[in-house]
């Protein structure tokens, strides 16, 4: 026998022997060998079944009790309790659920945690979630089309004294390094953060869909960091992103990307808390903006006691007037914002390169009111402003829609 029929014959014994330890295979929990600790048991989480359910497990043996938060998942409120098994897993079904991502933890004995098998996750202001995704929604499935990146930026704020961070869309083809392209700036809601937009909000594959098919122009999209700090701002306080926005975060983004700066290619856009501090960058500074989007958001003071705010760890809890955190039960005391902004509001000269002034807000929205009294507030000061009213309420399921039906309508 050679030397390289021997070789053979080994790896071939080897082979059969391991193949028949596998199939003889040792029972999950008991132990494989003397000294070797039982092997724990196979844990699939999240499992998307073909009818759209979503089955969720957890391994936890020593626990009492776990539940299932979603901020958005339809039908879980309250929370749905898991059942557990005799391996010490527990599970529990939902749905069918519509297409779309949505973010979940698992509570363990009063203790909030991601799933430790599910490694998609999207960040908030003070935590994270864990993340899945149901395909069938065309315009923001992942499609066989030209995709562009979504990259992490860190950056030094002279406002704030501290690095900070956000994320920037560019199309496919920016790689290139030609052309310059419009500028998009996507703000987030209270209590979420940069990542959200892209993570949840699924902003890169919707701007991908939307250029492929021709419907929108390939645009730089930056999504910034709205909370300047970890903890909620004091009620009347000044909103420090709407100074930090225009001395840090739009020259940091127009010196580093190949973008135009002229107000005809630059569109700002923001959901609840976002879109409260949209109107208080875009109407001071109406000349900077041709495209202004508002989602679920307006200016609280004019209805009324504004509505209550978003569950502990939900996104997108309402902006106040300053776009900041939620407002106390009654608008402080003092001028109203529209009498802060009297002299901008009235500034049509500024406004003459406005194309589009756009709010949206859902049916069953607390700040529906809201959205609606500050569309004819501005449309008293001479704004050709347009509301649609959709149907749904304060979740990413609307905001995800709000952004495919604005984007086409940049940049024309």
Same mark, same amino acid.
């Given at each position: ?90 599970? !529990? %079904? ?13 509570? &363990? ?28 929604? *065309?315009?923001?499935? %992942? ?10 930026? %860190? ?12 994320? &920037? ?19 987030? !809601? ?9 993570? &949840? ?24 960091? !709205? ?20 001395? *840090? ?9 190949? &973008?135009?700066? *002229? ?128 149907? !749904? ?20």
């Amino acid at each position: 026998m050679t030397l390289k029929m021997a070789v053979a014959a080994a790896l071939a014994a080897l082979v059969f022997t391991a193949s028949t330890s596998a199939q003889q295979g040792t029972p999950s929990g008991q132990a494989g060998r003397e000294g070797r600790p039982p092997q724990p048991p196979v844990v699939l989480s999240p499992e998307l079944q073909p009818d759209r359910r979503v089955t969720f497990r957890v391994l936890a043996p020593q626990a009492q009790s776990v539940k299932l938060t979603g901020t958005d998942i339809p039908g879980n409120i309250p929370p749905a309790s898991l059942t557990k098994g005799e391996n010490g897993v527990w599970e !529990g %079904t939902l749905g069918p659920i519509a297409p779309g991502a949505y973010r979940y933890n698992f509570n &363990v004995d009063g203790v909030a945690v991601i799933d430790p098998r599910n490694p998609s996750v999207s960040e908030s202001n003070n935590n994270v979630w864990s993340l899945f995704y149901i395909p069938g929604a *065309d315009f923001m499935d %992942t499609k066989e089309v030209p995709h562009g990146s979504v990259a992490s930026v %860190t950056y030094y704020s002279t406002t704030l004294k501290r690095f900070r961070r956000l994320h &920037v869309y560019t199309p496919p083809g920016y790689e290139l390094g030609q052309g310059k392209y419009p500028i998009f700036y996507l703000l987030h !809601g209270a209590g979420d953060c940069d990542d959200s937009w892209s993570s &949840v909000g699924r902003a890169g594959f919707i701007l991908d869909n939307l250029v492929a098919s021709g419907k929108a122009k390939p645009m730089v999209v930056v999504m910034p960091a !709205g909370h300047t700090s970890r903890g909620p701002r004091s009620p009347g306080s000044p909103d420090e992103f709407v100074q930090e926005f225009l001395s *840090d975060i739009m020259p940091y983004a127009e010196s580093h990307y190949r &973008v135009y700066t *002229d107000s005809h290619h630059r569109a700002i856009a923001g959901l609840s808390m976002g879109g409260g501090q949209t109107l208080n960058i875009a109407v001071p500074h109406a000349d900077k903006f041709a495209y202004v989007g508002v989602y679920s958001s307006g200016v609280f003071g004019i209805t009324g006691p504004p509505p209550m705010a978003a569950a502990p760890g939900a996104a997108g809890g309402p902006a106040g007037a300053a776009g900041g955190s939620p407002p106390p039960a009654s608008p402080p005391p003092g001028p109203s914002w529209e009498q802060q902004h009297i002299a901008e509001l009235d500034n049509v000269a500024a406004r003459k390169g406005l194309k589009v002034l756009w709010f949206s807000t859902g049916s069953d929205d607390r700040l529906i009111s809201t959205s609606k009294a500050t569309v004819e507030m501005l449309r008293k000061h001479g704004f050709e402003a347009t509301f649609k009213e959709s149907p !749904g309420g304060h979740t990413w399921i609307n905001w995800r829609n709000y952004l495919n039906e604005f984007a086409p309508m940049l940049f024309q």
